[in-house]
């Protein structure tokens, strides 16, 4: 994790901090319309994307505001072979207290990683094999999530990023933390997706909305879905 970081002039820079920005930079796939739409909340009262504070004032997070956010922020998971990178990781402040804020963004791509079931048993080199076999980062991970005994058949990119949300509150001293998935024009079976995680925390899976599970070593952790819709060309032209 780089503990330095300098503040965005645009959108264009959110694209300097992507791993394939020639694939993953176009409109209407998710690293594009999340810059600009957290670009364009930042001047906001709350500094969140309408929808993302919608959430947060209808799950007893009362007058969120934004206090910093870091775009492609990476949380390292001791054993892995790379840290959970999340499409943005924010610091908000409500009047429930301090919150540390995961986004992982969707559009037109279907969810990454294979289901937990299969992901422990793949690996493209040996290393990585070794790791899923003694379980050192799923184990890390694991420790970082509500206890549950169905967690095989959801998505692995979605336990490590909620993981991540609770692994910064931890680490700086916060007593809740929350994972959103902000959605523009995605496909139905990513949703469902989502809704075999949910159902394995024991929440209902709800489009706009947002549920709080129980508790993680004393933090506060909720999950919530958020419909975004897609940047518009006034949009992009206020934020380039």
Same mark, same amino acid.
């Given at each position: 994790m780089n503990r330095l970081h300098i503040a965005t002039r645009g959108v264009c820079n959110w694209r300097e901090r992507l791993a394939s920005p020639d694939r993953q930079w176009k409109r209407g796939f998710s690293a594009f319309e999340t810059a600009v739409s957290w670009e364009l909340a930042s001047s906001g009262e709350s500094g969140l994307p309408a929808f993302i504070d919608r959430l947060f004032r209808e799950n007893n997070y009362d007058k969120p505001v934004l206090m910093f956010a870091v775009a492609e922020h990476k949380v390292d998971l001791p054993g892995g072979n790379a840290a959970s990178q999340c499409d943005v990781w924010a610091i908000v402040n409500t009047s429930a207290g301090m919150l540390s804020l995961t986004v992982e963004a969707k559009a037109s791509e279907a969810c990454g990683d294979e289901i937990l079931e299969k992901w422990l048993v793949a690996g493209e080199t040996e290393r990585a094999i070794g790791n899923r076999k003694n379980r050192w980062e799923w184990d890390y991970v694991q420790s970082h999530l509500p206890n549950s005994d169905s967690l095989l058949q959801v998505r692995y990119q979605?336990?490590?990023?909620?993981?991540?949300?609770?692994?910064? #509150? &931890?680490?700086?001293?916060?007593?809740?933390?929350?994972?959103?998935?902000? #959605?523009?024009?995605?496909?139905? &079976?990513? *949703?469902?997706?989502? #809704?075999? *995680?949910?159902?394995?925390?024991?929440?209902?899976?709800?489009?706009?909305s947002m549920a709080t599970t129980s508790s993680v070593d004393g933090i506060s952790l909720s999950v919530g879905w958020a419909d975004c819709p897609l940047s518009t060309d006034a949009e992009i032209a206020a934020c380039t």
């Open positions: 979605m336990l490590h990023r909620c993981a991540a949300s609770v692994i910064e #509150a &931890k680490r700086l001293g916060f007593q809740h933390a929350a994972f959103v998935v902000q #959605a523009f024009n995605t496909p139905d &079976k990513s *949703f469902q997706d989502y #809704a075999v *995680f949910c159902q394995a925390l024991r929440i209902p899976a709800v489009r706009g």
